[in-house]
């Protein structure tokens, strides 16, 4: 049976229904951010925006925001389309802050997995990875200090650059809770940033890089059950063997505590080692449910390859959402920061509306086209958009897309999706 292709019938306004107005309203005026007069370019038309930037990375602002009001009927959209010029754009921007546009992303972007959602779930827990990723950025000094460039063996890069380090519900593909840093920030200081934002009943995989008894502390306050990765010359004693073939032992948070035996956390160490035709490796993981009826060893080995999919999802960032675009459009740290929170949530609403396809259809959503339903949304933003203030949201009548099958999807049949 062929992979069902999808979504169709995706408008922009079936994405904003993900981010209502009041929300975002009240976090304006809890930040003082909310416009004291109606300004042509008002603050909470400016956060919508700069959703619409994420889809399109790669063209220019005042081009975005007349495709977002061409259609539109409203003489203030109209008279906002003649005066919003670039420089009108870069000022309201610099107005409204990144400070803002984190605080929305944090409280509207969050794991929408169901019970019912396929591929989102081991045993109780919801599947989460965490994982980091760069982004080149525009060369400017101020960009430059703020994000510094990476390490080269000679000279300097190219481009300033970007860390975004984020959390992934599995299942749906849906990035949360990311923050962003310099490029020179190591991985798990920024993921004392993300910890926090682990749901309750996750379980939360991570590669060895971000392994750290106090990062380890951290997630456990959170109520989530960890999988993660340790190096293979990480000193661990192991207690006892249990019946599936792993062991008790204990991390420490040092080498005096472990050698008096203060402050360990007692978890379950499963070791096992990958081959293929060219190489073999050795994998060593910690995991904080220690009962292995709940979660048996093999079982959790299987699981830590789903890890990978957060490489997935960032390529879907990067190259799938962003199309030919080499560097982030933005001049200045602080619009940044906006585009960043913008394209994570502009994912995030292209990824929400696929997950419900993905329910109705009863099939995974990591089997839909990301590809193609961000191909729909552009081919009908210009016909099939409503933006506040009226609010309205339109969806797009479905009718049924066929494109040429994308490399990493094979052809079949397109699925629908819920109306707005």
Not at 99 to 124: D, I, M, N, Q
Not at 137 to 159: E, I, K, L, M, Q
Not at 178 to 183: E, L, P, S, Y
Request: proline share 5%; net charge positive.
């Amino acid at each position: 049976m062929g992979v069902r292709r999808g979504p169709v019938g995706i408008s922009l306004g079936s994405i904003m229904r993900f981010f209502p107005i009041e929300p975002i309203q009240g976090l304006l005026e809890e930040t003082g951010k909310q416009s004291v007069r109606r300004r042509r370019l008002p603050s909470d038309v400016m956060i919508y925006a700069l959703v619409a930037f994420g889809l399109f990375v790669s063209e220019g602002c005042r081009d975005v925001l007349r495709r977002v009001v061409r259609r539109q009927r409203s003489p203030w959209l109209d008279e906002l389309e003649d005066v919003a010029t670039e420089s009108a754009i870069s000022q309201a921007r610099t107005r409204l802050g990144s400070g803002v546009v984190r605080k929305v992303y944090e409280t509207l972007v969050r794991p929408v997995a169901t019970r019912a959602s396929k591929g989102a779930w081991f045993s109780r827990w919801r599947i989460v990875s965490i994982d980091g990723t760069t982004l080149d950025v525009a060369d400017t000094p101020a960009n430059a200090r703020a994000f510094r460039r990476p390490g080269v063996s000679s000279g300097s890069a190219a481009y300033p650059q970007i860390r975004v380090v984020s959390l992934l519900e599995n299942g749906t593909h849906i990035l949360f809770g990311a923050t962003v840093v310099g490029c020179r920030t190591n991985e798990v200081k920024a993921a004392r940033q993300v910890i926090p934002h682990l749901p309750a009943d996750a379980l939360c995989l991570a590669d060895r890089a971000f392994f750290s008894y106090a990062l380890w502390c951290e997630a456990l306050k959170t109520g989530a059950a960890l999988l993660w990765r340790v190096k293979n010359n990480l000193i661990l004693e192991k207690i006892s063997k249990l019946s599936d073939g792993s062991y008790l032992t204990k991390i420490y948070p040092s080498t005096k505590a472990r050698k008096l035996d203060v402050d360990g956390i007692t978890v379950r160490l499963i070791e096992f080692r990958v081959t293929t035709k060219t190489e073999s490796e050795q994998y060593r993981l910690l995991c904080s449910i220690l009962d292995t009826k709940k979660a048996p060893a093999i079982k959790l080995a299987k699981l830590y390859t789903k890890r990978w999919t957060i490489e997935t999802v960032f390529d879907e960032l990067k190259t799938k959402l962003r199309g030919h675009a080499v560097v982030l459009r933005s001049k200045t740290p602080e619009h940044i920061r906006q585009e960043v929170y913008g394209m994570l949530m502009a994912h995030f609403g292209v990824r929400a509306v696929m997950h419900e396809a993905a329910l109705d259809e009863r099939i995974e959503p990591g089997d839909l086209s990301f590809v193609h339903a961000v191909r729909v949304v552009e081919r009908y933003l210009p016909q099939y958009v409503s933006f506040p203030p009226s609010i309205e949201l339109i969806d797009l009548p479905g009718p049924q897309m066929r494109t040429p099958p994308t490399t990493d999807q094979a052809p079949a049949k397109s699925t629908r999706t819920t109306s707005a």
